[in-house]
Each structure stands twice: as C-alpha cells, then as structure tokens.
C-alpha cells in the first residue's frame, strides 16, 4: 500500500500529460491523414509555407497544385489544414 502511495503522484502526472498533451496530438494528427486523404481536383488550397493554389492532379503521396506562376508538384503532407479550411470559407 505505501508503495502505491509512493507511486500516486507519478501516475497522477502520466495521466495528466497525456490528457493535455499527447491525445490532442494524436487527434489532430488524425484529423490532418484524413483532410490530406479527402482532397480533390478543384479543391482550393493553402501550403504550409503561404502558397495559394488550386489542386489540378492527385497522386498516392503527392498532388499538383495549379498558382499564378503556374504548375507545382508537392507532397500532400505540405497542404495546411488551417489555412486552407479558412480559405475555402470565403
């Protein structure tokens, strides 16, 4: 029992780290998979480094965004979720 006791407080602190930390990571990291698994042709689009543009072709890992200047060939994982969702509110 008082090496239950000893323990409390280290299980206490796991518990919270992982309720603040590590599960809201996870949950937006699966959020992320699944708005990167739903693009389309036509969608409108925001990189992570401020590129504006549309999608005009989709492969397994990567995608082909049309801009201004003309045609870009990216990984999926550079879209911002965020700023493409604000984006597409306009």
């Given amino acids: ?21 590590i ?7 699966k959020s992320e998979k699944e708005f990167e698994t739903a693009l389309k042709v036509g969608d409108k689009i925001v990189t992570k480094s401020g590129l504006h543009g549309k ?7 990567t995608v082909v965004i049309e801009t201004m200047a003309g045609k870009l060939k990216m990984e999926r994982s550079a879209i911002s979720m965020e700023m493409s969702a604000a984006v597409a509110k306009k």
Avoid at 23 to 29: H, L, N
């Fill in 1 to 21: 029992m008082e090496q239950l006791t000893q323990f409390a407080p280290f299980l206490l602190m796991f518990v919270v780290i992982y309720f603040f930390m």
């Fill in 55 to 61: 999608v005009s072709e989709l492969a397994d890992t």
């Fill in 23 to 29: 599960r809201p990571q996870q949950k937006k990291a």
